[in-house]
């Protein structure tokens, strides 16, 4: 007798399987079967396995008279994308993270746990953010395999730089105003854009209107924000008396 078969030839992708096909419908000359892998290991007696290897598969089949009689199936297994979204990525709130596969394929489709993205298939291998997020990333072969990737994008805010006094101000010619950045501790860096530039100092004195701004870095996140004060000079008036001296006696005012 003769083993019928439907299929003899199959084509999976790497992280697939194959349902060996079924021989009891139009095997009934036969009472029992058996299939064996590419490298002779046996499957079992079962009418349809489930494999993932290449090679070619024999089916063994035995009648009630204990003839047997093989038939054979070669089944194909192409490779799916292999590639690496990278680390975590973190980033400040002013900024924006690309992410992208460290390979090229024919398509891909970016989604986000947020659904902030919609999962749209097309050729973009790219994909800029600035929204925390766990992003993932399926990408498709020239054999139309397909396998994903996901990778975490994590924001960090600005730090809230500030400066004391709100409102400064000082009288010309007689004082200067010291500005302060408030919490200087905070930071790993601070800049005062005066002329020449100030660092690391926590306050300066200013005898010239205008504006003074400074720029720090958080020292946890190394994100950076900055606060500006206006400084105003406040004129000083002359006071004009028409007498300056006058003379009275001790019984009398003026």
């Known amino acids: 007798y003769t083993i019928a078969l439907t299929n003899k030839t199959g084509v999976i992708c790497g992280n697939q399987t194959y349902s060996l096909e079924d021989p009891l419908p139009g095997n009934s000359d036969f009472v029992a079967f058996e299939w064996t892998k590419p490298d002779n290991t046996k499957l ?4 349809a396995p489930a494999v993932n290897e290449p090679g070619t598969y024999i089916l063994w089949a035995r009648d009630v008279n204990g003839c047997t009689a093989t038939a054979t199936f070669t089944l194909t297994v192409r490779p799916v994308p292999s590639f690496s979204l990278g680390a975590d990525q973190t980033i400040c709130a002013d900024q924006t993270a690309t992410l992208s596969p460290d390979a090229d394929f024919a398509l891909y489709r970016w989604s986000s746990s947020l659904d902030t993205y919609s999962a749209t298939l097309g ?50 010619g007689q004082q200067l105003q010291t500005v302060a950045i408030d919490n200087f501790a905070n930071y790993s860096l601070v800049e005062w854009n005066t002329v020449p530039v100030q660092s690391n100092v926590a306050s300066i004195d200013v ?15 190394g994100c950076v924000n900055k606060a500006t004060a206006v400084v105003t000079a406040h004129p000083v008036y002359t006071i004009a008396l028409t007498n300056k001296t006058g003379v009275i006696c001790g019984n009398q005012t003026y």
């Open 207 to 221: 005898a010239t209107a205008g504006s003074y701004t400074v720029t720090a870095t958080d020292a946890l996140t």
């Open 123 to 172: 050729s973009s291998k790219t994909l800029a953010s600035s929204t925390a997020a766990t992003y993932q990333l399926e990408a498709w072969n020239q054999y139309g395999c397909t396998s994903s990737r996901s990778v975490v994008l994590n924001v960090n805010a600005l730090p809230a730089v500030s400066v004391t006094p709100d409102a400064p101000f000082f009288c010309e």
């Open 44 to 47: 079992g007696l079962g009418n």
